[in-house]
């Protein structure tokens, strides 16, 4: 398949709504199948929830533990459907996975009151690779109203004797929507990604967690208040704008002049 072909897949997801992209992400795989894999390790798409049989505990399902059709558990180190022969981390990073995703559960009842989160990692010639997964989803209310908040770190880290270097690439995805009476229909959804490079002392497989949970602390933090006070900030400017806040209802028009116009001079 041409590399034209995939730059048309991916700017036609670009140009669909936001809150769809996993339907229309399914319906590109359905007409062009040799796309598949290229789209689903290209794109960012809200996270699904899967159940692990033998934990009895939730994960996320994303492309980073996925082998074929199936999907490995950060809690049992096992695949759902079972895959035999599916790549599983070495020893030693899955000791880190492990500590790792005991670390990130703590972070996000911390921060998020709630959700999931799931830490998976793998190995790389010259260290180790990993993603950090959390979601939280506001159930639907009376209004109609819910929302939900993805967010995806994926990292590189380069262990260079006393020091590690680290690549952290954040993606944010947020929808928010609301249908009521008094305000009518609302959707507001996109994503955002930010990156950043830090090379970090480490003093063991352990500190290699702790600084990983910083650099993700600081980039969402970063990532939190970059969207509340540029692009809510934005839109509520926007719509503050295109909405009257003047009460209607009378069926008198809204004065278009100034409230005080000059009086005309009287012809003598």
């Not at 989160?117 to 993603?131: Q, R």
């Not at 950090?132 to 908040?149: F, H, I, N, R, S």
Request: contains cysteine; aromatic residues 6%.
């Amino acid at each position: 398949m041409s590399d034209d072909n995939f730059d048309n897949a991916l700017d036609l997801l670009r140009r669909l709504t936001p809150s769809s992209v996993s339907a229309h992400l399914r319906t590109l795989c359905n007409l062009v199948p040799a796309l598949t894999e290229d789209l689903l390790s290209s794109v960012d798409q809200p996270l699904e929830i899967r159940r692990c049989g033998k934990s009895g505990r939730d994960y996320l399902l994303c492309d980073y533990n996925r082998d074929g059709d199936s999907h490995r558990s950060p809690w049992s180190n096992e695949f759902d459907p079972p895959l035999p022969d599916g790549t599983v981390p070495s020893e030693r990073i899955r000791n880190v996975e492990i500590k790792a995703n005991e670390a990130f559960d703590v972070y996000r009842e911390l921060y998020y009151e709630g959700g999931i989160s799931s830490v998976y990692l793998w190995n790389l010639d010259d260290g180790f690779a990993g993603v950090v997964l959390m979601k939280k989803a506001a159930p639907q209310t009376a209004a109609q109203t819910e929302g939900a908040w993805d967010s995806v770190h994926v990292f590189e880290v380069q262990d260079r004797a006393r020091n590690a270097h680290y690549k952290l690439t954040s993606t944010v995805i947020l929808h928010l929507s609301t249908e009521a009476e008094a305000l009518g229909e609302m959707e507001l959804s996109g994503n955002m990604t930010r990156q950043v490079e830090r090379t970090m002392p480490v003093e063991g497989d352990a500190s290699h967690v702790a600084n990983i949970g910083k650099l993700v602390e600081e980039m969402e933090l970063k990532m939190r208040n970059l969207l509340q006070e540029v692009y809510f900030g934005k839109a509520k400017d926007v719509v503050g704008d295109l909405r009257s806040t003047h009460s209607t209802l009378s069926g008198d028009p809204l004065p278009i002049a100034s409230e005080h116009p000059t009086k005309k001079s009287s012809a003598p």
